[in-house]
């Protein structure tokens, strides 16, 4: 069974972070975008650390490994601070629902960064179809026109997607840190971090204080990015990126974009073409066909995704969180220990049923 805390981080991780998309688009007409970001996360990390300073032992909230300070830089820096800047900035250009569908390319990077990061390996030919449909498919989210190249439209969208770059790759690098923090007090500190590196770019484009519009509105949307879709979320985001891994972590974006449709729908009055919903669709399809489990013939196994697929790294969600809680499932090896085979990449391998 998929256990009880991991499917209540993965919905949490969906739906929070498809607020994201909706506050802020509320948002950024009461505050520059930069400056947006920032305060969002000096009130996150005061909300956090107050949170693990109650919760946390003196000695569980001080780094002392080079992984735990490398977790806290790739947090901060990357999966927070950039992807969050790069999405606020892009965010006053589109719709709520066409910025959630390109940040759900999300689930397409995380492999390719993976697969140069946490193993030596090459992106097999398969692996590189499913990105490049990916890329097709925000494509055809952007649709731009040959004419309008320079539009704002077009130039939201490519900061978009280069905030989904930065948000798969600092998951990828929080992994590889291999940190000791668990993930609540490592976000704590990425925070501080986050605040710093935005608050550096706020006033590097010329932002200020005095051209926020305070009122009710611009209140709840800085309340809702930075308690709902920041200190909870990143605890259910991060703590699902140690569990069960930054690829299956990850598919949760595939959920915020209907999230962030909705909401826009029903909140902002907003509109979704025919064709970003198109596009949304062949953006699944490339992840799809770097998941797919259909790996079993001999030529496939030594592919990058069916050595993903069998060291556990990329499987069904059923299995990501078969664990109750997320842990990881303890090892499968037999009493004369011979490693017991995914019977999915190898049905002839040992253990696996003999076929009537």
């Given amino acids: 069974m998929i256990g009880r805390r991991t499917v209540a981080a993965f919905l949490a991780t969906s739906v929070l972070f498809g607020g994201t998309f909706v506050a802020a688009k509320a948002g950024l007409a009461h505050f520059p975008p930069l400056l947006f970001v920032a305060l969002r996360f000096d009130v996150a990390a005061v909300a956090l650390f107050a949170f693990v300073a109650l919760t946390r032992s003196r000695e569980q909230l001080v780094p002392r490994t080079r992984g735990d300070l490398g977790g806290i830089v790739a947090t901060g820096l990357f999966a927070i601070g950039l992807t969050n800047a ?3 900035v892009g ?3 589109v719709t709520s629902g066409v910025g959630a569908i390109i940040a759900s390319l999300n689930p397409i990077l995380t492999p390719v960064f ?15 179809v499913g990105m490049a449909l990916g890329l097709l498919g925000v494509g055809l989210v952007a649709s731009p026109d040959p004419a309008a190249l320079l539009s704002g439209g077009v130039f939201g969208e490519a900061v978009l997607l280069v905030s989904a770059v930065c948000g798969a790759l600092g998951s990828v690098l929080i992994r590889r840190a291999d940190a000791d923090l668990d993930s609540t007090v490592r976000v704590a500190w990425g925070l501080p971090l986050a605040a710093l590196v935005t608050h550096a770019l706020s006033l590097g484009a010329g932002e200020s204080v005095a ?13 809702y990015v930075a308690v709902f879709a920041g200190a909870l979320a990143y605890i259910a985001y991060f703590g699902l ?7 299956r972590a990850n598919l949760a974006f595939y959920v915020v974009p209907l999230v962030a449709t909705l909401g826009g729908w029903a909140l902002l009055g907003e509109t979704i073409s025919g064709l970003a919903v198109a596009g949304f669709l062949v953006v699944f399809a490339g992840f799809a066909v770097i998941g797919s489990e259909s790996f079993a013939r001999p030529g496939l196994r ?22 109750d809680g997320g842990t990881d499932a303890p090892d499968d090896r037999s009493a004369t220990d011979h490693p017991v085979s995914d019977c999915r990449i ?11």
């Fill in 211 to 223: 051209a926020v519009s305070w009122n009710a509105e611009a209140l709840l949307a800085l309340g």
């Fill in 114 to 128: 993976a697969a140069v990061l946490l193993a030596d390996e090459r992106l097999s030919a398969r692996g590189a």
């Fill in 346 to 356: 190898d049905p002839d391998g040992p253990g696996c049923p003999a076929d009537d």
């Fill in 91 to 93: 965010q006053q250009y």
């Fill in 241 to 247: 990126i140690d569990s069960v891994g930054a690829i």
């Fill in 302 to 323: 030594d592919t990058l995704p069916g050595r993903l697929l069998a060291s556990e790294s990329l499987r069904s969600l059923d299995d990501a969180y078969a664990t």
């Fill in 86 to 88: 790069l999405l606020f």
